[in-house]
């Protein structure tokens, strides 16, 4: 079954961030990750969510998706992030 990683990002230092954005696609790639939505025009229909960048990874299955997420490479490029930006993410299976 597939998973998704989803994620709401404030950049705070866009200067940083780009070093994250340099490391990240080859760590998804490696894992088997793919991205379905990265930091695109959103438009918010319902509600008071004021997104920032939003993205969305596909991986084969939970336990792969877990596996990028705690590898040594992503866990270097987590790192430049959290000093660069806030926000929210969250692990979900698809159907």
Do not use: C, H
């Amino acid at each position: 079954m597939p998973a998704y990683a989803i994620a709401d990002i404030k950049i705070e230092d866009l200067e940083t961030y780009k070093g994250y954005q340099a490391l990240t696609p080859a760590t998804i790639e490696k894992y088997g990750g793919r991205f379905k939505v990265r930091g695109g025009d959103s438009e918010v229909k319902e509600g008071q969510w004021q997104p920032g960048r939003i993205v969305v990874l596909e991986f084969d299955d939970m336990n792969a998706l877990k596996r990028w997420y705690d590898s040594p490479e992503y866990t270097e490029a987590r790192a430049i992030r959290q000093k660069a930006a806030t926000g929210s993410i969250i692990f979900v299976e698809g159907v």
